[in-house]
């Protein structure tokens, strides 16, 4: 049996929690992957994994063993890597989920620029607004607006996001300005919400003066795009960041309401799993992502 391919497997198998899933990412027949699962568990002696009809679990020495074995699956690919013969592009497939209005407004049209410098990566990319599971969905790192919660990600900083209250201005004749945060609370306002704005803490601050903002809320959305065409018919109070306001504001369709307030600006982070691969390919893509977000989103410092 070759142990590379059957590490690799196993590798792919814990990550993905499925034999068919794995088999898919590696380009492999189902049959193969169980295969080389069950000469590796055959090769050591132990149990790797638990099968059920629908859901495979590690074991307690397989687990153990995956942390050894994905340590020396990155530390083989750093060696081949180095080596002077071998190619100085990076190469290979990278699977990115983003927030669906950072990918249309900064990552799709920049994307050009990356396949420039880097021919030889094949990028699959998520565009949505929903929480990704990395592992069970074999991805290598997302985007996320707002604090990392989950303790089991490596988070890294990539950016700071101003933030700015916005309205149309049909929903500005129709309903009035409000001049001040507080008229946010008048029983004609509306306001439409962001599904995960509960992670943000809407605070406004102005010489002092702090104000938590709430409202009456008409709509609840859970996607950036729609969330954005809510506000720009009318329907309601909007809080974006200003990446993805500034071409309405500059074609008139949103107007900034409390422009002399201020929010705390949104940290954006990449995330990965610390038992994902350290892949050439995923370091160089969060060094030019972060150049991109520092030249059009990020606040300045």
């Known amino acids: 049996m070759d142990k590379f391919d059957c590490m690799r497997a196993f590798v792919r198998v814990v990550e993905t929690g499925s034999f068919t899933k794995a088999a898919d990412t590696l380009g492999l027949s189902r049959t193969t992957v169980t295969q080389l699962i069950q000469q590796l568990e055959a090769h050591l002696r132990i149990k790797l994994l638990n099968r059920t009809t629908r859901r495979v679990n590690v074991t307690n020495d397989g687990a153990a063993y995956y942390e050894r074995v994905v340590r020396l699956l990155t530390e083989l690919s750093d060696i081949e890597n180095s080596l002077p013969s071998a190619s100085t592009s990076p190469r290979g497939l990278l699977r990115v989920d983003v927030p669906s209005p950072f990918a249309n407004i900064i990552l799709v049209p920049a994307l050009p620029d990356f396949f420039t410098r880097f021919p030889d990566i094949q990028l699959e990319l998520g565009a949505s607004d929903r929480k990704v599971d990395l592992i069970s969905e074999n991805v290598d790192c997302v985007?996320?607006?707002?604090?990392?919660?989950?303790?089991?990600?490596?988070?890294?900083?990539?950016?700071?996001?101003?933030?700015?209250?916005?309205?149309?201005?049909?929903?500005?004749?129709?309903?009035?300005?409000?001049?001040?945060?507080?008229?946010?609370?008048?029983?004609?306002?509306?306001?439409?919400?962001?599904?995960?704005?509960?992670?943000?803490?809407?605070?406004?601050?102005?010489?002092?003066?702090?104000?938590?903002?709430?409202?009456?809320?008409?709509?609840?959305?859970?996607?950036?795009?729609?969330?954005?065409?809510?506000?720009?018919?009318?329907?309601?109070?909007?809080?974006?960041?200003?990446?993805?306001?500034?071409?309405?504001?500059?074609?008139?369709?949103?107007?900034?309401?409390?422009?002399?307030?201020?929010?705390?600006?949104?940290?954006?982070?990449?995330?990965?799993?610390?038992?994902?691969?350290?892949?050439?390919?995923?370091?160089?893509?969060?060094?030019?992502?972060?150049?991109?977000?520092?030249?059009?989103?990020?606040?300045?410092?």
């Open 143 to 301: 985007v996320r607006g707002g604090e990392i919660k989950e303790g089991s990600l490596i988070a890294r900083r990539v950016g700071d996001l101003p933030l700015g209250v916005y309205a149309a201005p049909s929903y500005l004749e129709k309903f009035g300005t409000p001049l001040h945060p507080k008229d946010l609370l008048d029983s004609h306002q509306r306001i439409v919400n962001y599904r995960w704005s509960n992670e943000f803490p809407y605070l406004m601050h102005k010489a002092g003066e702090r104000f938590g903002i709430s409202g009456h809320s008409i709509l609840e959305i859970d996607d950036g795009n729609a969330y954005i065409t809510a506000g720009l018919i009318g329907l309601g109070v909007l809080w974006l960041p200003e990446y993805m306001a500034k071409r309405h504001i500059k074609n008139g369709e949103l107007v900034r309401l409390f422009s002399d307030w201020q929010f705390d600006s949104m940290p954006l982070y990449v995330a990965y799993s610390p038992n994902r691969y350290a892949s050439k390919q995923l370091r160089v893509f969060i060094e030019w992502i972060t150049h991109l977000i520092a030249q059009h989103a990020s606040a300045p410092q």
